[in-house]
């Protein structure tokens, strides 16, 4: 559930930031500016940093890409009583609903990764919407409101028409959450609108989930991955010219309960949080190959999650497993700057 409206409350919009900077590449030297700009978006903070030699440009390119992201956030958020999301919910059981060229790109990425991974990703687990994980506030459904609601998650009545652009909810009560799937699209859309701006080095942060191109001060973006049980504790930093860092975890959202962490990634087999890894980083140049599998490892498990990145050409990740030790596959190790802290509780 990507755009939990109380979140937005607790972040501090940065003001835009220009730095001047020197880039020395053997005897030729480069004035660049760096513009970076944060903004609340989909429930999170998005923050973005631009490099180029004009500042009129980076500036553009930044108040174009946050403008396309949030359109299209408006669109595809649940929350949203007017988003096309919303009203496919609405019209569930009844009718299908026509959408735009983007929302059926996204769902039909959505169906690929549900198909790929077994239903382990599953963006009708939106029927669960007992479930809340404020931690001042959380509300756990009963083991009948669970069973109740179960019948309605399943990705495969949600019928897709791609000729006609439609998306029909087969049965009444069902409710799709894009949270899983939307927000990387999200991400990419703004970065190719930094791209029509000519802006080669940028890099944009949603929430941890992360995309770069280019260099950051004449060197490669560096991005720490934190411990997934101590926050101010880096698992490692992987540095990258271009491509994406993704990130599902255990510790976003959660409470206690008797002891037992309940968090807010959902396993749609059984309408209660996976119980699975603590934390999935995946890195691929193409965000397609990314997103939605962090959340499918979640649900399936280390064993599957090894599999998925091993047989998958160009996918490197890491897998912190639920007793808190660390997997990284041959092409992470390739990418970390220092090697991974100690695991553990």
């Known amino acids: 559930m990507p755009y939990p409206k109380r979140l937005l409350s607790v972040f501090v919009v940065a003001l835009p930031v220009f730095v001047t900077v020197l880039i020395r590449s053997g005897d030729v030297a480069a004035e660049l500016r760096q513009y970076a700009d944060s903004r609340p978006l989909m429930g999170t903070l998005v923050s973005m940093t631009v490099e180029g030699p004009r500042r009129e440009v980076l500036e553009q390119g930044v108040n174009d890409a946050y403008r396309e992201m949030s359109r299209l956030s408006d669109m595809m958020n649940h929350y949203n009583p007017d988003s096309m999301v919303s009203r496919i919910n609405l019209q569930a059981g009844a009718q299908p609903v026509t959408v735009s060229r983007e929302l059926m790109e996204v769902l039909v990425m959505a169906r690929r990764v549900s198909e790929r991974s077994d239903g382990a990703f599953d963006i009708t687990v939106g029927s669960l919407?007992?479930?809340?994980?404020?931690?001042?506030?959380?509300?756990?459904?009963?083991?009948?409101?669970?069973?109740?609601?179960?019948?309605?998650?399943?990705?495969?009545?949600?019928?897709?028409?791609?000729?006609?652009?439609?998306?029909?909810?087969?049965?009444?009560g069902m409710r799709l959450d894009l949270g899983g799937i939307a927000k990387l699209y999200i991400l990419d859309a703004g970065m190719q609108a930094l791209k029509q701006h000519g802006i080669v080095h940028a890099m944009i942060n949603g929430g941890g989930d992360v995309a770069v191109m280019g260099s950051h001060q004449g060197r490669p973006w560096r991005i720490g991955i934190r411990h997934p049980r101590r926050g101010d504790v880096l698992l490692g930093t992987v540095e990258l010219t271009q491509g994406w860092?993704?990130?599902?975890?255990?510790?976003?959202?959660?409470?206690?309960?008797?002891?037992?962490?309940y968090h807010h990634i959902l396993d749609p087999r059984t309408g209660y949080p996976t119980e699975g890894p603590q934390q999935v980083t995946l890195v691929a140049n193409d965000f397609e190959q990314v997103n939605g599998y962090t959340l499918a490892i979640m649900v399936r498990g280390t064993a599957w999650g090894r599999a998925l990145i091993s047989q998958t050409p160009g996918l490197s990740g890491l897998i912190v497993d639920q007793a808190g030790q660390l997997w990284s596959s041959p092409g992470m190790e390739k990418l970390w700057l220092a090697a991974p802290t100690a695991q553990g509780q």
């Open 129 to 172: 919407k007992l479930w809340r994980f404020d931690p001042d506030n959380p509300v756990m459904p009963s083991p009948d409101e669970i069973r109740q609601a179960l019948p309605l998650v399943n990705f495969r009545h949600v019928i897709l028409n791609e000729k006609k652009r439609t998306v029909l909810l087969k049965q009444h």
């Open 245 to 261: 860092v993704v990130t599902s975890g255990d510790y976003e959202r959660y409470f206690f309960r008797d002891g037992k962490r």
